[in-house]
């Protein structure tokens, strides 16, 4: 087996509907993976928007070892939208694709 050195991964943390909780008060958070803790911090805004979505979404962020521990480094939330929520017209305008 090779061991490769890495200081830095991109790193996505997914979650169902209504399966991220973080405190607009205090958005720091602690993720637990087997034991093994992944700590971060969203901004406010972010955590405002994510207690106000109803659907699933994405932690992401660069994975790193600092200060003796995993964190979740520039970390924001990435929403997911649903297919039929995304292709409905907001105006009441529907366009007709040309073939």
């Known amino acids: 087996m090779t061991t490769i050195e890495a200081t830095i991964a991109k790193c996505e ?5 209504g399966g ?11 993720i637990s993976i ?13 955590a405002r928007k994510l207690a106000a979505h109803q659907g699933g979404c994405s932690l992401v962020g660069r994975l790193t070892w600092q200060d003796n521990q995993l964190q979740l480094l ?26």
């Open 20 to 30: 991220l909780k973080i405190a607009p008060e205090d958005p720091r958070f602690l």
């Open 34 to 46: 087997g034991g093994v803790y992944v700590s971060g911090k969203i901004s406010a805004k972010s």
């Open 74 to 99: 520039e970390a924001g939330v990435v929403f997911h939208v649903k297919p039929a929520e995304a292709a409905a017209p907001t105006d009441g305008v529907t366009t007709t694709p040309r073939g």
């Open 13 to 17: 943390f997914k979650f169902k509907d």
